[in-house]
């Protein structure tokens, strides 16, 4: 079975661009979920979405969204980019989360703003 | 505000020593306990988890040790491998509403030298 698989898996963007990450959960699996990783705070959570729709969302600026399609692949959109968006960003899947929430990451998108 | 505070940042042990890395929670709702482990240029790996309502967990190498009175709980690598080096992330989540939300701690670097 594939694992969650992400593209690009790099980018380098200028302040003020926007930018869309991808993310294709493994099959069957509904729920995906966006986290950003930094050396100083860890892994942070952006948003989970299940089912196309956004259930749960972390404490991220309004420039920070995302959308899931009916396939479960998902999108995150940043807007008007900032130096400190520089992160790597990982998309996890998992079947429903529920009781036994075991979640598979993917390698992650490393964003680079300049 | 960190909810699950992790530590140490970094840790550096001999081949065949124990890296006991501790984790500590504040929200008592939290009712599942996982730990990652994450590679360079990959993204974090399930390890082992578990609930509160046991003590202790074995799975080959890797113990999680589990004091909920103290709210805290621990993971133990024993005979640990140079190809252990990796980051280990504790997290804590809560089921809410039919899902999880996850919240992570901030890593242990753990670098094992022959």
């Known amino acids: 079975k594939a694992g969650v698989t992400q593209t690009p898996r790099y980018l380098i963007k200028t302040r003020g661009q926007q930018v869309t990450l991808s993310c294709s959960p493994i099959?069957?699996?509904?729920?995906v979920s966006w986290y950003q990783q930094t050396p100083g705070q860890g892994l942070q959570f952006l948003f989970e979405?299940?089912?196309?729709?956004?259930?749960n969302k972390g404490n991220f600026p309004g420039r920070f969204s995302g959308r899931q399609f009916s396939n479960s692949r998902s999108e995150m959109n940043v807007s008007t980019l900032e130096l400190g968006d520089s992160a790597l960003y990982l998309c996890?899947?998992?079947?429903?989360?529920?009781?036994?929430?075991?979640?598979?990451f993917g390698p992650g998108t490393r964003l680079t703003v300049t | 505000q960190q909810q699950v505070k992790q530590s140490p940042q970094s840790l550096i042990v001999q081949k065949g020593g124990i890296p006991i890395i501790n984790c500590a929670y504040e929200?008592?709702?939290?009712?599942?306990f996982p730990w990652y482990q994450q590679f360079p240029g990959k993204g974090p790996a399930l390890l082992i988890a578990?609930?509160?309502?046991?003590s202790e967990k074995k799975e080959g190498r890797f113990t999680i040790s589990f004091n909920k009175s103290a709210k805290q709980f621990s993971l133990h690598i024993m005979d640990s491998q140079p190809g252990d080096s990796a980051t280990y992330f504790c997290?804590?989540?809560?089921?809410?509403?039919?899902?999880?939300?996850?919240?992570f701690g901030i890593g242990t670097k753990l670098q094992v030298i022959p």
């Open positions: 099959s069957g699996h509904r729920s």
């Open positions: 929200n008592t709702a939290f009712d599942y």
């Open positions: 996890a899947s998992s079947l429903t989360g529920g009781s036994t929430y075991e979640q598979y």
């Open positions: 979405y299940f089912s196309e729709t956004q259930r």
């Open positions: 997290a804590a989540s809560i089921g809410s509403g039919g899902y999880q939300k996850v919240t």
């Open positions: 578990i609930r509160p309502d046991v």
